[in-house]
């Protein structure tokens, strides 16, 4: 299957700081990538869609101004968690399916295990 | 409300010992159901995408099924390795990078 990196896997910051998450598709392009976050025994929840060169959809409950999110090449997307705050330490999940495909699956990445002190 | 319930939350299994795992839906319009498989710290690892009433798919000891309503997850003769959280989606619009996730079941396999 199609590969999807994720960088870093782990980060500890401190409470008011800004984190970077990369999430690379390695051998395929991605116009659309999505972003998930996951607390310890609970599912995905969806956060928001990157859409390649223009402004990323969020879902509801979503702060866009916490989580901003670029999507600047077909290959990379960022989420940035702006002024973190403890409660912001969870596990983000990128994913991307591959472009120009409908109804094709998605690939998601290792995670990053986000811990705010 | 779309929903996704996965049933048991848990289960313990001996090695070779099969069981079914369930996953219910209830959503407005289904493009398709997918299976994970996640271990712990990591990301989900896609195992099958299910498009129709009545489809089947295999891989190794994992069988998944599909009806109007549900979705089986079947692991015969299951060994250590098979331990791990199984997820299940579903994709509501054709952009099947947007799941909504069921809650999951860790499946622990002992020797």
């Known amino acids: 299957g199609a590969v999807v990196s994720q960088h870093p896997s782990r980060v500890i910051c401190k409470s008011g700081t800004s984190v970077k998450i990369e999430c690379r598709s390695l051998?395929?392009?991605?116009?659309?990538m999505f972003w998930y976050r996951q607390f310890p025994k609970q599912s995905l929840m969806l956060m928001a869609t990157?859409?390649?060169?223009?402004?990323?959809?969020?879902e509801q409950g979503v702060e866009k101004d916490k989580f901003l999110i670029n999507h600047a090449s077909l290959t990379l997307s960022t989420l940035t968690v702006t002024s973190a705050h403890p409660e912001d330490s969870s596990f983000y999940i990128c994913?991307?399916?591959?472009?120009?495909?409908?109804?094709?699956?998605?690939?998601f990445g290792q995670g990053t295990r986000l811990t705010v002190v | 409300e779309d929903q996704v319930t996965q049933s048991p939350e848990a289960l313990r299994l001996q090695e070779g010992e099969s069981s079914s795992l369930n996953c219910s839906y209830t959503?407005?319009?289904?493009?398709?159901l997918f299976w994970y498989r996640q271990d712990p710290g990591k990301g989900p690892e896609f195992l099958f995408t299910?498009?129709?009433a009545g489809e089947e798919k295999e891989k190794e000891r994992l069988k998944a099924t599909l009806t109007k309503k549900e979705s089986f997850l079947h692991i015969t003769a299951p060994k250590p390795e098979d331990s791990a959280t199984y997820l299940c989606?579903?994709?509501?619009?054709?952009?099947?990078?947007?799941?909504?996730f069921g809650a999951g079941t860790q499946v622990v396999v002992t020797p």
């Open positions: 994913s991307a399916s591959e472009m120009g495909r409908l109804n094709t699956e998605a690939f």
């Open positions: 051998d395929f392009q991605a116009t659309t």
């Open positions: 990157s859409n390649e060169g223009s402004k990323a959809t969020y």
């Open positions: 299910l498009y129709s």
């Open positions: 959503v407005s319009g289904l493009r398709g």
């Open positions: 989606a579903v994709a509501l619009t054709d952009s099947w990078g947007k799941l909504q």
